[in-house]
């Protein structure tokens, strides 16, 4: 059976929780969808992510690698289109480490291109009523680190890996500014994409 890993990260830079963990819990608690799910959360740390979710992919030896994080200041669920070489933080991770203007790997490629279907993901999500745009980029944070890693290292075997930025949510307690979506929302939308993700592996078949 197609087994899909789906991430969220801890909290991290004082919030009380991440909605990425909180939806993504959701999605595994609710999964009905045909294929296997394995969700787990990482810690918001340079290396210690990648290390978790590398140690994830050997264990599990899923087909696809779905990460998830938050994103402050985004109103929609944004699939990644693109990971590059380069770890710049504003604040320091979970661990204390702050690295600027720092390459990921000095012998990787410059980028590298989400292989999920992240246009078919944010046109269901859509069509469902729920808000979702293509994303340029994944910052350059942990977030991208992940991403970066998962598709240069760790999982270049696993046939759809990528990432979904998802908006914050009100229970992080940030300026009303923020734009928020509901935990809930967001797990509807991630369920969304995962569907995509199964048929984009297994195209059903046609009916005549
Ligand atoms: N968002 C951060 C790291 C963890 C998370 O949920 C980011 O966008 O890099």
């Not at 394995?38 to 779905?66: C, K, Q, Y």
């Not at 770890?87 to 980028?111: C, F, H, L, Q």
């Amino acid at each position: 059976m197609t087994r899909i890993l789906l991430t969220g990260f801890e909290p991290f830079a004082g919030a009380p929780c991440n909605p990425s963990w909180d939806a993504v819990k959701i999605v595994g608690e609710t999964w009905s969808g045909a294929a296997e799910l394995v969700t787990a959360r990482l810690p918001v740390e340079f290396g210690g992510a990648a290390d978790a979710l590398a140690s994830l992919v050997r264990r599990h030896t899923p087909d696809a690698v779905v990460a998830v994080g938050v994103a402050e200041g985004r109103a929609a669920i944004t699939p990644e289109r693109i990971a590059i070489n380069l770890a710049d933080a504003t604040i320091a991770d979970n661990a204390g480490a702050r690295p600027v203007d720092e390459p990921i790997d000095v012998e990787g490629p410059a980028a590298a291109f989400s292989t999920l279907p992240v246009r078919a993901m944010v046109e269901a999500v859509t069509a469902a009523g729920l808000p979702a745009s293509l994303s340029l980029s994944a910052g350059a944070y942990v977030c991208n680190h992940v991403m970066y890693e998962s598709l240069v290292r760790i999982a270049r075997d696993v046939p759809a890996v990528g990432f979904i930025h998802v908006p914050a949510s009100s229970e992080m307690l940030l300026a009303p500014s923020v734009p928020t979506l509901p935990v809930q929302r967001t797990a509807a939308g991630l369920t969304l994409c995962l569907k995509v993700v199964v048929d984009h592996l297994h195209p059903p078949l046609p009916t005549t």
